[in-house]
Nanobody, 124 residues
Framework: VQLQASGGGLVQAGGSLRLSCGASGRTFSAYDVGWFRQATGKEREFVAA????????YYADSVKGRFTISRDNAKNTVYLQMNSLKPEDTAVYYCAADPPRPRLGVLSDEYHYWGRGTLVTVSS
């Protein structure tokens, strides 16, 4: 499956952005999908994930209550709605996918398919 993240940009602190992760090649609905981010000079970190079947979700503590992950299987797309953005949310955001597992993956190594990232810049 090929993934492509989009929707990044420049936003002021407190603002919102919605990222999209589009898929092609295979039915996206059969995969768990995660969002990760990597700030300059830092390790890639988990942001949020959504399961393929039940649509259950899991969030990093740093974004809980501000970000919402959702999916539209008919459109082969997963979204990350980001509200109340902070300067520390500045990073390149990546979406990733992997066949479903008993629990949602939170580590980069748990996802085999990755898209090119999209840059989110939050100004103070």
């Amino acid at each position: 499956v090929q993934l492509q993240a989009s929707g990044g940009g420049l936003v002021q602190a407190g603002g919102s952005l919605r990222l999209s992760c589009g898929a092609s090649g295979r039915t996206f609905s059969a995969y768990d999908v995660g969002w990760f981010r990597q700030a300059t000079g830092k390790e890639r970190e988990f942001v949020a994930a959504i399961s393929w079947g039940t649509g259950s979700t899991y969030y990093a503590d740093s974004v809980k209550g501000r970000f919402t992950i959702s999916r539209d299987n008919a459109k082969n797309t997963v979204y990350l709605q980001m509200n109340s953005l902070k300067p520390e949310d500045t990073a390149v955001y990546y979406c990733a996918a992997d066949p479903p597992r008993p629990r949602l993956g939170v580590l980069s190594d748990e996802y085999h398919y990755w898209g090119r990232g999209t840059l989110v810049t939050v100004s103070s």
